[in-house]
């Protein structure tokens, strides 16, 4: 039976991917996670006791461990999704994502090379290697235009730049090495189990508690958004139809201004859990814009639509609706996250560099 190895497979986005591993597929998978802040076990479901997945805490870091795991397990495949994420948080502390999105994958990438160089002539061929990226690499966009194969990297924040050098050094690997890669760069990521620092979670959970909602500068930054069910789908029509060497642009062709998102927020609120205090919206508040903040992000997916077949499953509006009814049921969850060291709290005001 084959397996995969997933890095990041407790994240949000790793730990969409596991559950369709696991749900669609006979595959053994092999996770890989550290377990920082943002990483739940919770949010595997089912999969987390199921036979054909196999945890492992671990840091991408650790060359030893990675040699280990792809000797022991036998992976056809890896997909990379271990990485620091927040942006405000790489205003704070950009060392950290430097060591996990640069070092980590060179280590990750040294390692495999290792490995895929070992493997019989049939099985190296069938070998991926899939680096799952951001559409913030390319930095703030005009109105208009999309991320094509001709738009040049323009990072803006540390962590952008930190993602941008890990899809550098995947590219790197394929030409000097051969390693057969696949990268993707997806747009705004949004559903149930997401850390409530990333703008959807916090607004409704901040709404649920009566506070203040925080939209940086006027809310006129805009983005595309995309269910995560979907984008873990399209990873595997990657992993499995992709071209190595080929990037893919992901999106969900839900391009909205960060204030209309959290009007939708309050919206879907006040239908489904009405306040006495009155509508939502009155408790959004406009703050300190966050450095560097990019204005507008937007992808071409056609090559993943045309050359694989995908397609999104969820439109923003109902993909919104099952997000704010899936923290109001669980509010368990939710209250689990409060209780550590995150309250919700701004980040990325540079008080620490």
């Known amino acids: 039976m084959s397996s995969v190895l997933v890095t990041g497979g407790a994240g949000f986005i790793g730990a969409a991917v596991v559950r369709q591993l696991i749900a669609e597929t006979p595959t053994t998978v092999v996770n890989l996670d550290a377990l920082t802040y943002a990483a739940d076990l919770a949010s595997l479901g089912p999969a987390r006791d199921d036979p054909r997945h196999q945890f492992v805490q671990g840091d991408i870091r650790d060359g030893a461990l990675v040699r280990r795991l792809l000797e022991r ?15 405000d948080r790489s205003i704070d502390a950009p060392q950290a994502f430097i060591e996990t999105n640069v070092v980590g994958s060179a280590t990750l990438l ?16 069938a070998f991926r290697f899939l680096h799952v990226s951001t ?4 930095g703030s966009l005009e109105p208009g235009e999309v991320v094509t194969d001709a738009t040049p990297y323009d990072p803006s924040s540390p962590y952008a730049a930190s993602k941008a050098a890990s899809d ?29 620092e990333k703008l959807i979670p916090l607004m409704i959970e901040k709404a649920i508690a009566g506070e203040r909602l925080p939209v940086y500068g006027r809310g006129l930054n805009v983005r595309d958004w995309i269910f995560v069910e979907d984008h873990a789908q399209a990873l595997l029509s990657v992993l499995e139809r992709g071209t190595p060497g080929m990037t893919y642009g992901i999106g969900g062709g839900n391009s909205r201004e960060n204030i209309e ?48 077949g995908w397609a999104p499953r969820q439109s923003l509006e109902s993909g919104l609706r099952r997000t704010v009814a899936w923290y109001l049921e669980n509010r368990d969850w939710s209250e689990r996250i409060r209780s550590g060291t995150y309250r919700g709290d701004r980040l990325g005001l540079l008080r620490t560099v």
């Not at 495949?77 to 994420?85: G, N, P, R, T």
């Not at 040294?110 to 061929?125: M, N």
């Not at 790197?172 to 149930?192: D, E, K, Q």
């Open 135 to 138: 559409d913030e690499v390319f």
């Open 261 to 308: 998102i959290v009007r939708m927020i309050c919206a879907l609120l006040d239908e489904l859990r009405p306040s006495a205090d009155g509508p939502y919206a009155r408790l959004i508040e406009f703050v300190a814009d966050r450095p560097g903040h990019d204005l507008r992000y937007a992808v071409d997916d056609s090559r993943v639509r045309r050359e694989l």
């Open 110 to 125: 040294q390692e495999t090379t290792r490995f895929w160089r070992a493997l019989r002539p049939d099985a190296g061929r």
């Open 73 to 87: 397990h036998r992976p056809h495949a890896i997909i990379h999704l271990a990485a620091e994420s927040h942006v």
């Open 168 to 196: 550098h050094l995947v590219r790197a690997w394929h030409r000097t090495y051969g390693l057969p890669t696949l990268i993707t760069n997806c747009s705004n990521n949004f559903g149930p189990c997401q850390f409530p």
